[in-house]
């Protein structure tokens, strides 16, 4: 941090500062939340990613600080939680297309799940 509490550098190769981070994250926490809804609730990825992300939520909502949001979520700087957060929506969206929690629609072949 800068005097004055401004962020200048992230010093991250590749991780511009992001002044309004909070009100992204937010943004995609919600966007995360809502595209969700759409797999099944009993799927395990959804109930699981919603936990997650809405922990993440009431934190980024009820801290005005970044370095307070970066301590009680601890997976990095809200520049990197800001990439995660976006990986995780694209996520929800391959999850939707590849369905994982239905059945095959064939067995898989003898030999497909042993190992050597």
């Not at 995609?28 to 936990?51: D, G, V």
């Not at 809200?78 to 995780?88: H, M």
């Not at 929800?92 to 067995?107: H, L, N, T």
């Amino acid at each position: 941090m800068a005097s004055g509490g401004v962020k200048r550098t992230t010093a991250l190769v590749g991780y511009a500062v992001v002044p309004n981070a909070r009100e992204v994250l937010c943004g995609l926490y919600t966007k995360t939340l809502s595209a969700l809804q759409k797999l099944p609730k009993e799927a395990a990825y959804r109930r699981n990613t919603e936990r997650i992300v809405q922990q993440r939520l009431q934190i980024v909502q009820s801290e005005t600080h970044v370095p307070a949001i970066e301590d009680k979520i601890g997976c990095g700087q809200v520049e990197e939680l800001i990439d995660q957060a976006n990986r995780e929506l694209e996520l929800v969206g391959k999850m939707e297309e590849w369905r994982p929690w239905e059945q095959p629609i064939a067995d898989p072949p003898p030999g497909q799940w042993s190992w050597p």
